[in-house]
């Protein structure tokens, strides 16, 4: 496998009227190519903002990417001019929103959008992107695709502006789709027709796929990795299998003892992360999750511990990983 | 209080409907209902939690306000402890409200900015005239030591909490009039994952501690399994299945419900491999425009002639004393 995009030490943070924010504090990641993995975490937790400095979509000021590479195809986007990254941003690496309403624009019609997109980047006449845009619609089951070019996007449903989003999105083949939580805002019925198109395009079209959310639920099923994001930093990273049977950061072990079991036969108290998340203003010095800890010594107060390798493609930055995988599905199990 | 199966039933929904009208034109012309809720019938029982889940639209949350008469109803009864509230008096509604209050989803939405926590909670207490201002005061700071916040918060904003620390604040103010039910509308859906779990628990502490009853409206279907002991599921305007929790999740008859349940992410990567989906057709229909007959039919993989005909009645195919309803014509196919 060739790893299409390499992430390495990514810091951002914003300059506000009360402090610095510590958004991002350093974090790498890779992806292969065809491959999909997820970025979990809260609100507040890094996890979008870390995509958007990838995509240079940081407003700045207050935003500012500070540190890092990333590396796609060899090249560095941090480095390239707006104008390079904008011709990449579409076409190469595409990106779907949670909210398609705020993404779409509400005095054009889809059709216009669609084919915008598709003259800019791949120099198309406005008759073949016209044709471009109804198979897109078609592939992502918009009935009657071609007389729906001239609608509006108030006159589609909430999931119909998804798959419009995602057939924008697609059009000019990605290589990489960035989903930042695409399906919250959806129904589950819907939630799982939008995951299942997603996922039958990535197999037909051979793209890679990032997804950013905040449900440890929904991905389980449908990504290779896993980036679990806590205070702007990755806590743990790994194969699915690995963060949800062998979980080695106290964290990921709270979020999923925190989601009831819809297959549970008894009903157990749930388990709650107590105390609130970390205040991103302060510079990050000791264990960030420490205050929310159960698992916490002394050491997790005085040095914020980096994320090290403890498995073949399973990283944890936890002082205290080899008591919490004691903990996990599978520890507690042997 | 009446008695249902050796329960007490403190509030019984008979046919509820509510019905938005559509007006067209400079006459403001009614040419058309949106049917939100169209003929509910349950009963809650004293100290249960009755679970409502459903897809945006099916008209949960409409329910849920026409049962406290926060909106008025169309047509049917609501018995509060045996008292209709639909035929009441504004000043007697007034009162009754004190029994039952409602926790809504965003708290950030329905704390006033510009009142301190203390005047916000204490404001239910004041308009049912209870107590003095000294006795309020005590009353609020041992509210907020009941939903596990500091009494010292009690000058201070909404805007100085965070978003599960207001939902606390929204229950407190529930909680102040001491009631007997409550209606909580998607309490959780605005709160980040670690936060739910918190708000859930506490939601249980004080079922336990107070006696309360709920009615615990959301469409994340899990959490309704953990906190609900029966659930009620409702698709455009109707309730299709109806039953204790266990029955519901694992032997559910109505293929809505299937449908729902398949979708429903677990977090296990090996289970979800193993499963298998259903994925429903096509979306909602409109309430204002609704299928003949089953109101499922569209979008149902079982449906026969008699499903766009007939309208399914809502029947028991548990026991009398353990009753599971459901609104399918095929419902046996599935027992």
Not at chain 1, 115 to 123: D, I, K
Not at chain 1, 172 to 200: F, G, R
Not at chain 2, 204 to 209: I, Y
Request: proline fraction near 6%; glycine fraction near 8%.
């Amino acid at each position: 496998m060739t790893t299409i995009l390499d992430v390495r030490n990514l810091v951002t943070r914003f300059y506000t009227e009360d402090g610095v924010v510590h958004a991002v504090n350093g974090i790498s990641y890779t992806l292969d190519e065809g491959e999909s993995m997820a970025i979990v975490g809260e609100s507040g937790s890094g996890k979008s903002v870390g995509v958007m400095s990838i995509m240079g979509l940081i407003p700045s000021p207050p935003g500012k990417v500070e540190a890092g590479e990333v590396l796609y195809n060899g090249r560095d986007l941090l480095k390239l001019s707006p104008e390079e990254l904008r011709q990449l941003r579409g076409s190469e690496i595409a990106m779907i929103f949670q909210d398609p309403m705020t993404s779409l624009n509400p005095v054009l019609t889809v059709g216009l959008q669609m084919t915008e997109a598709l003259e800019l980047h791949l120099n198309m006449s406005s008759a073949q992107a016209k044709e471009r845009a109804v198979e897109m619609l078609q592939l992502v089951g918009i009935p009657n695709a071609a007389d729906r070019l001239d609608d509006y996007p108030h006159q589609f449903s909430g999931g119909q502006r998804q798959r419009l989003m995602i057939a924008m999105a697609l059009s000019c083949n990605p290589s990489i789709l960035i989903a930042d939580e695409p399906t919250t805002a959806l129904d589950v019925t819907i939630q799982a027709q939008i995951i299942e198109l997603v996922q039958k395009l990535q197999q037909e079209l051979g793209m890679a796929i990032i997804w950013i959310t905040h449900d440890l639920g929904v991905v389980a099923g449908m990504v290779q990795k896993l980036a679990v994001m806590y205070a702007g930093f990755i806590v743990e990273y790994g194969s699915v299998h690995d963060l949800y049977n062998l979980t080695s950061h106290p964290y990921t072990l709270g979020l999923l003892n925190s989601i009831p079991k819809v297959d549970a036969r008894e009903r157990t108290r749930l388990s709650s992360i107590e105390g609130l998340p970390p205040d991103l203003l302060m510079e990050p010095k000791r264990c960030p999750f420490a205050p929310r800890c159960t698992f916490a010594v002394e050491r997790c107060w005085e040095e914020n511990p980096p994320l090290i390798s403890i498995a073949p493609a399973h990283s944890s930055a936890c002082w205290q990983w080899e008591v919490v995988r004691s903990q996990s599905k599978v520890g507690v199990a042997a | 209080m009446s008695q249902k199966n050796g329960k007490e039933v403190l509030v019984s929904v008979n046919d509820l409907k509510l019905h938005f009208p559509i007006m067209r034109g400079v006459i403001r012309r009614q040419v058309g209902a949106v049917k939100a809720v169209d003929g509910v019938t349950f009963d809650i029982y004293k100290g249960e939690t009755l679970g409502l889940v459903g897809e945006s639209g099916c008209g949960k949350s409409t329910a849920g306000r026409a049962i406290l008469q926060l909106l008025k109803p169309t047509a049917g009864e609501v018995y509060f402890e045996d008292r209709d509230l639909t035929k009441l008096s504004k000043g007697d509604l007034r009162r009754a409200r004190r029994h039952m209050q409602m926790i809504f989803q965003d708290p950030q939405a329905s704390l006033n900015p510009r009142l301190t926590v203390g005047s916000i909670i204490s404001e239910p207490l004041e308009i049912h005239n209870v107590g003095d201002r000294e006795s309020r005061k005590e009353r609020v700071q041992e509210l907020l030591r009941v939903v596990g916040l500091n009494p010292y918060f009690i000058s201070r904003y909404p805007h100085e909490f965070s978003g599960g620390q207001r939902q606390r604040i929204g229950i407190a103010r529930a909680l102040a009039t001491n009631p007997s039910f409550i209606v909580a509308d998607e309490p959780i859906s605005a709160l980040d994952v670690s936060i739910q779990a918190q708000v859930v628990n506490l939601l249980d502490d004080l079922k336990a501690e107070l006696g309360l009853t709920y009615l615990f409206i959301a469409h994340d279907l899990s959490m309704v399994r953990y906190i609900s002991d029966r659930v009620a599921v409702m698709y455009l305007g109707k309730i299709v299945e109806l039953g204790s929790r266990d029955d519901v999740y694992d032997r559910p008859y109505h293929p809505y419900t299937q449908a729902l349940l398949s979708a429903i992410p677990i977090p296990d990567p090996d289970k979800e491999a193993r499963r298998e989906r259903i994925i429903l057709k096509g979306e909602v229909p409109s309430p204002a425009n609704p299928p003949t007959g089953c109101r499922f039919h569209t979008r149902c993989q079982y449906a026969t002639e008699i499903c766009s005909q007939q309208d399914p009645e809502f029947r028991n195919l548990g026991t009398a004393v353990q009753s599971h309803m459901v609104a399918c014509h095929h419902a046996e196919k599935f027992m």
